[in-house]
Structures are given as C-alpha cells and as structure tokens.
C-alpha cells in the first residue's frame, strides 16, 4: 500500500503536449481591436484624436457633443478642409493617413495626429459615422462603421467640413467596456481633454455640449483671454510672462507666482510644438526654477509653450503622443529652466523693492544682527545716558527691588525645572512661551529649547495616522454642521467611486448637487476648519493615481499631506498647558527630531552658549 502511495506521488516521466498551433495572420478586425486597447482607452482618448484631426485640417470652428459621459454618444463637427468622397473609406483603414508618408517625414512631424491608427481603432469598438464635404464639393458624402465593416459612401448634408460621431463605445467588447467609470467620471475626463486642447489653440473657436447641455462656449480669442477663461481670472492676476528665446527656440506661456501655488498638480500645461505633453525633463526644469520660492509641498500652476524644430523632438513614443523625447534633454532642460528662473527672480525683485508691509521681515530689520549690529551716535548715547539716569535717581528703590524679586522668580522656576538626568521622560522640557508666533520657547536643566511649533505637530500627527490607519482604527469624527465646498465633475465622481478607500481614510463625503459636495465626517484627528483643504487632497490622489496606488505605495505622501494641513500653523495662539501637551507628545513620537519633510523641529541652546554670546564671565 505504501508502494502504491509513492508510486502516485512521483511525477510522470512523459507528459501529453498538445500541439503547437500553426502561425498566422490576424484579421484585421482583431488587429484594430488589439490597438484600440492602446489607442482608445477612454472617451477621452478619442476625444483627443478627432479634436487633433480636426486642427490638422485647419479648422477654426470645433463644436463637440457628448452623451453619457462620450460612452454613448461622442461627436466633433469642424469647419475644416474635409475629405473628399474617394478617400472617406481610407480615413477608417488602419495606417491610412495624409500627415506622413516616408521616413524622413516620421522625425520631424509638424501635425498632430500622424499614426493613422485612431479612426481605425474606434471603428473596431464603436458604431461610427464620417460625413464631410470639401469646400468644391456640391454636398457632403456619409460612410458608416459596424464591427470593422465599411458602408459605401452615401450623399449628406453637411456644410464645409467634417463630423465624426461614436456611438456605444466597446459595444463589441463587453469585458473592455467594463473598465470604464462611470458616466461622470467619464466625462470629467473628456472636458479635461478638451481644455487642454483650447489651450493649445487661443486662435480657435470652442463649444462642448453633455447631454443637451451647454458647458463651454468660447469663441477665437487671444492666449492671456483663452487662459482667463479656463482657468480664471485669479491665475491672470498672480502669473507673470515668461518669454524667452534663443535660435529656434521659443518659450512662452505664463506662470503663476507662489502666491498662487497649489495643492495639486491640476493647473500644470506645458506644450511642445502645440501638443500637451508630460515630460519628466521639462517638469524638472520647472520644478528647479521655483525650489528656491515655492515650499515643496506645493505646486506651481503655468501654461508654457515651447516652440522647436520638429527634428529635434520625437513625439512617437507612445501611441498616445502625450510623452516625447528630446534629443537635446539637456539643453532643453536649461533653456526652460533658465527661461522661468530669469522671468519669477525678475518678478520677485520687482515685488521686492515695492513698497509692501511684511510685518515679520520688519521686526527683523530692527534685529541686531552680525552683518548689520545696532550702533548709537554720540549724541545718541549721551541722550539714552541722561534718560535712564534720571529714571534710576527716580524710581531707584524700586528697580533694586524689581531685580531682586525677578532674581527670586527666577529661582522658583530653576527649581521647579526637573533634572532631565532625575526626569529623562522630559528632556524638552517645560514652554516659556512664544516667539513670533512660530516658535515655542521651552527651558530644561541644559538651557533653551526652541521648537518649530508646526514642523513638530505635524510629525505628531503623521505618526497617528500612520498608526491608525495600519491599524485600521482610523477614529472618525462626525461633523455637527457639514462642510459644503465646490466641485468640479471629476471630484464628484471619484466621491461616487471611491467611497470604501475615503471610509478607509476615515472620511464620509457625499455629492449634494452636481458642483457641490459635503464633508459630514472626518478623522477626528484632523482639525475641522481644515475639512475642506484636506478633503480636496485626499480627492487628488484617488484621482490622479487611484485608490490602490493612493492606498499603497503612495500612502505615506498621502497621510503626511493630511498632516501638513491639521498641524497648528503660524501665528496661532498657544497656552502654556498647550505648549508642554506638544513637548509631552514630541518626546513619546517616532522620528520627532524631523518634520515629515526632513527639516529639524527643534534645537537646543546651552546656558554656556548663552553665557558666551553676553560674554559673561570674561
């Protein structure tokens, strides 16, 4: 019987390997199904494509109509040059198209789309419909698409131009269909598309329609009103110019000054030859030109333009075309960086020499200070001498009294200092009180401790969350009065989606109109006045990477950025019992000798550094 079991258990010598299928060519409908995945991802994806065709064909007028989000229904109608009858078919064949046609034309594309991969792709997973007409044409002429298969050219009418309508995105493909969000999310995406594009090209007239319904209009305009009216007002008002050439080069655009950095990367637009792009060069560049004027957990908001030689770029990365590579990166990284440096230092220096009021910077301009002591003149000195000569003769008795009493205060308050070597559960010891609003100041047995009130509070904070949330106890705090904020649609919908990672979070959001939403709970270790600016980052983040990346790898950006905002800021009112609470919890924290930003929270002057900067006994 053992035998039995053994030979059971040894693994067969010959296994049966069903044979190799024969290799062969896919069908085309497969093919363009395949590059769809990549091409089409979203409404959005699509939308992008037909607006780029649409500028490709010199169109000045481009009006967009969206149904459910562009899942059921996505048209583009411009006034562009059209397709003539015999070429409507081609214009739905993969790797049909008019931008290229050699080598040489694929290393310096000057237009927008060029792959003649898109209207394919979206044959393949929609029902679609081409109608165009050419200006010397006497009507238009209709071509329809169901499952990859081509109608005959039918005639239409159709003014000058061309209209490309998707119906019932990945119909054909149900499990494709699937990932797509909601209706909501969806179209968030595709206005977030189509502002890019009306950014591109000030010079071009707009409109988006979403079920029936107005949501942009804007007619040709120049770059400061185009931006003005996407962004708003507000970022005019805090940006400056950047312009900067050098040979081919041409970098220009605006960018907002730190006093309109953000929290999110939600107003960042940099476009290379007219596209939009996301490269990591240019987005160094940027981030170098503002390190030294921007803290870094905020976000500088800009829409630049580089103008260069096709040559010198390559936007066939990716099937998206939103990455390029440069083949002078760096090069490109120093014109830019230099380009925004020289136009913000300019600014800052203008700013500089106004004169404004900046009540910290005056109380350190009467600071004695190494480079600038404090010295009187001789009639000075004499005049402060007979001042205080005569107040001494005056209230002599008094003044001896008052320093001895401060002397036997002094004492008292040496005395009821513990030892940190007898109390070591204290070595911060115990607050004195505060300075410019921003430091607590503290005595132990050693001297003066002086703390960076809101660094050292937000590592307190950080650490809780971390902790509660591993734990998965994060304490929750229902709020009695609802914070209501506006919204945009892509907010809104990650609330409707993401609902099991904010309740992670220890958030309870809800949508309460289509551009308003309200937090009703918060965790209760956050500060409520800061419900809204905490509300807006978490949204951020599941949006921008998802509630499994937000949840995961970026969990710790996420919790210390939570953290920045609850933290007690400048200038807030502290009592002494609130002080030492912050000390107390400092000294029973992980890691509280650094804020979550690497910077010290706090540092420690000796009585003997004390004694030698008064050069007491000397």
Same mark, same amino acid.
């Given at each position: 019987?053992?035998? *039995?079991?053994?030979?059971?258990?040894?693994?067969?010598?010959?296994?049966?390997?069903?044979?190799?299928?024969?290799?062969?060519?896919?069908?085309?409908?497969? /093919?363009?199904? /395949?590059?769809?995945?990549?091409?089409?991802?979203?409404?959005?994806?699509?939308?992008?494509?037909? %607006?780029?065709?649409?500028?490709?064909?010199?169109?000045?007028?481009?009006?967009?109509?969206?149904?459910?989000?562009?899942?059921?229904?996505?048209?583009?109608? *411009?006034?562009?040059?059209?397709?003539?009858?015999?070429?409507?078919?081609?214009?739905?064949?993969?790797?049909?198209?008019?931008?290229?046609?050699?080598?040489?034309?694929?290393?310096?594309?000057?237009?927008?789309?060029?792959?003649?991969?898109?209207?394919?792709?979206?044959?393949?997973?929609?029902?679609?419909?081409?109608?165009?007409?050419?200006?010397?044409?006497?009507?238009?002429?209709?071509?329809?698409? /169901?499952?990859?298969?081509?109608?005959?050219?039918?005639?239409?009418?159709?003014?000058?131009?061309? +209209?490309?309508?998707?119906?019932?995105?990945? =119909?054909?493909?149900?499990?494709?269909?699937?990932?797509?969000? +909601?209706? +909501?999310?969806?179209?968030?995406?595709?206005?977030? &598309?189509?502002?890019?594009?009306?950014?591109?090209?000030?010079?071009?007239?707009?409109?988006?329609?979403?079920?029936?319904?107005?949501?942009?209009?804007?007619?040709?305009?120049?770059?400061?009103?185009?931006?003005?009216? /996407?962004?708003?007002?507000?970022?005019?008002?805090?940006?400056?110019?950047?312009?900067?050439?050098?040979?081919?080069?041409? %970098?220009?655009?605006?960018?907002?000054?730190?006093?309109?950095?953000?929290?999110?990367?939600?107003?960042?637009?940099?476009?290379?030859?007219?596209?939009?792009?996301?490269?990591?060069?240019?987005?160094?560049?940027?981030?170098?030109?503002?390190?030294?004027?921007?803290?870094?957990?905020?976000?500088?908001?800009?829409?630049?333009?580089?103008?260069?030689?096709?040559?010198?770029?390559?936007?066939?990365?990716?099937?998206?075309?939103?990455?390029?590579?440069?083949?002078?990166?760096?090069?490109?990284?120093?014109?830019?960086?230099?380009?925004?440096?020289?136009? %913000?230092?300019?600014?800052?220096?203008?700013?500089?020499?106004?004169? &404004?009021?900046?009540?910290?910077?005056?109380?350190?301009?009467?600071?004695?200070?190494?480079?600038?002591?404090?010295? =009187?003149?001789?009639?000075?000195? #004499?005049?402060?001498?007979?001042?205080?000569?005569?107040?001494?003769?005056?209230?002599?008795?008094?003044?001896?009294?008052?320093?001895?009493?401060?002397?036997?205060?002094? +004492?008292?308050?040496?005395?009821?200092?513990?030892?940190?070597?007898?109390?070591?559960?204290?070595?911060?010891?115990?607050?004195?009180?505060?300075?410019?609003?921003?430091?607590?100041?503290? #005595?132990?047995?050693?001297?003066?401790?002086?703390? *960076?009130?809101?660094?050292?509070?937000?590592?307190?904070?950080?650490?809780?969350?971390?902790?509660?949330?591993?734990?998965?106890?994060?304490?929750?705090?229902?709020?009695?009065?609802?914070?209501? =904020?506006?919204?945009?649609?892509?907010?809104?919908?990650?609330?409707?989606?993401?609902? *099991?990672?904010?309740?992670?979070?220890?958030?309870?959001?809800?949508?309460?109109?289509?551009?308003?939403?309200?937090?009703?709970?918060?965790?209760?270790?956050?500060?409520?006045?800061?419900?809204?600016?905490?509300?807006?980052?978490?949204?951020?983040?599941?949006?921008?990477?998802?509630?499994?990346?937000?949840?995961?790898?970026?969990?710790?950006?996420?919790?210390?950025?939570?953290?920045?905002?609850?933290?007690?800021?400048?200038?807030?009112?502290?009592? %002494?019992?609130?002080?030492?609470?912050?000390?107390?919890?400092?000294?029973?924290?992980?890691?509280?000798?650094?804020?979550?930003?690497?910077?010290?929270?706090?540092?420690?002057?000796?009585?003997?550094?004390?004694?030698?900067? =008064?050069?007491?006994?000397?």
């Amino acid at each position: 019987m053992r035998h *039995d079991v053994a030979r059971r258990n040894v693994a067969p010598l010959f296994r049966y390997n069903p044979p190799m299928p024969s290799i062969q060519l896919l069908p085309d409908l497969l /093919i363009n199904q /395949i590059a769809a995945g990549e091409v089409i991802e979203r409404p959005a994806s699509a939308l992008k494509e037909l %607006l780029e065709n649409s500028l490709d064909a010199g169109a000045t007028e481009i009006a967009v109509q969206l149904e459910g989000g562009g899942i059921k229904r996505l048209v583009v109608r *411009d006034n562009g040059c059209g397709i003539a009858k015999e070429q409507l078919p081609l214009a739905l064949m993969r790797h049909a198209t008019s931008k290229i046609a050699f080598l040489d034309d694929l290393q310096r594309v000057a237009s927008m789309g060029f792959r003649g991969e898109a209207l394919a792709s979206m044959a393949a997973v929609a029902q679609v419909t081409l109608s165009s007409r050419t200006a010397d044409a006497a009507h238009a002429w209709q071509v329809e698409a /169901i499952n990859g298969a081509l109608s005959e050219a039918a005639p239409s009418a159709h003014a000058p131009g061309t +209209s490309f309508e998707m119906r019932e995105l990945y =119909f054909n493909t149900p499990a494709r269909r699937k990932f797509l969000k +909601s209706e +909501s999310t969806e179209y968030a995406w595709c206005e977030e &598309t189509f502002k890019r594009i009306a950014l591109s090209r000030p010079d071009v007239a707009f409109s988006l329609q979403n079920n029936g319904k107005s949501k942009w209009q804007l007619a040709s305009q120049d770059l400061p009103q185009r931006i003005n009216a /996407i962004l708003g007002s507000e970022f005019g008002q805090y940006a400056v110019t950047v312009e900067r050439e050098i040979g081919p080069l041409h %970098l220009y655009g605006i960018a907002a000054l730190p006093a309109y950095s953000r929290s999110t990367r939600d107003e960042q637009y940099f476009f290379v030859n007219g596209r939009f792009v996301r490269d990591k060069v240019l987005m160094h560049a940027v981030r170098q030109a503002y390190q030294d004027i921007l803290h870094h957990q905020r976000h500088p908001a800009f829409v630049l333009f580089l103008d260069m030689p096709p040559e010198q770029v390559d936007v066939n990365v990716h099937p998206a075309k939103s990455e390029v590579r440069f083949r002078e990166s760096q090069g490109i990284h120093q014109f830019v960086f230099h380009g925004l440096q020289d136009a %913000l230092s300019k600014t800052m220096k203008e700013s500089a020499e106004a004169p &404004t009021v900046a009540p910290r910077e005056e109380v350190a301009t009467f600071a004695p200070t190494q480079q600038q002591p404090m010295r =009187f003149g001789a009639a000075e000195q #004499q005049a402060t001498y007979r001042v205080w000569e005569s107040q001494s003769q005056a209230l002599g008795p008094r003044i001896e009294d008052r320093v001895s009493n401060s002397r036997e205060s002094h +004492s008292a308050t040496q005395s009821s200092i513990p030892n940190p070597q007898s109390s070591p559960e204290h070595p911060l010891g115990y607050a004195l009180g505060q300075l410019a609003g921003i430091y607590i100041l503290a #005595q132990n047995q050693q001297g003066l401790i002086v703390v *960076d009130m809101h660094a050292a509070h937000e590592r307190i904070v950080y650490e809780r969350l971390k902790n509660a949330f591993d734990a998965q106890q994060m304490p929750t705090q229902p709020l009695l009065i609802p914070v209501t =904020f506006g919204a945009d649609p892509l907010a809104i919908a990650t609330v409707e989606e993401e609902q *099991d990672a904010l309740n992670k979070l220890g958030f309870d959001i809800a949508p309460i109109s289509t551009h308003t939403l309200a937090v009703r709970a918060m965790p209760a270790m956050l500060k409520q006045s800061h419900a809204e600016a905490a509300a807006r980052e978490v949204l951020h983040e599941l949006h921008e990477f998802g509630a499994s990346r937000a949840l995961t790898e970026r969990r710790n950006e996420l919790l210390a950025t939570l953290a920045c905002h609850s933290a007690v800021r400048a200038n807030q009112k502290l009592s %002494l019992p609130e002080m030492n609470a912050i000390l107390r919890e400092m000294e029973q924290t992980e890691r509280a000798d650094q804020c979550n930003h690497g910077r010290p929270t706090w540092f420690q002057v000796t009585l003997a550094e004390l004694d030698a900067m =008064f050069m007491r006994g000397k």
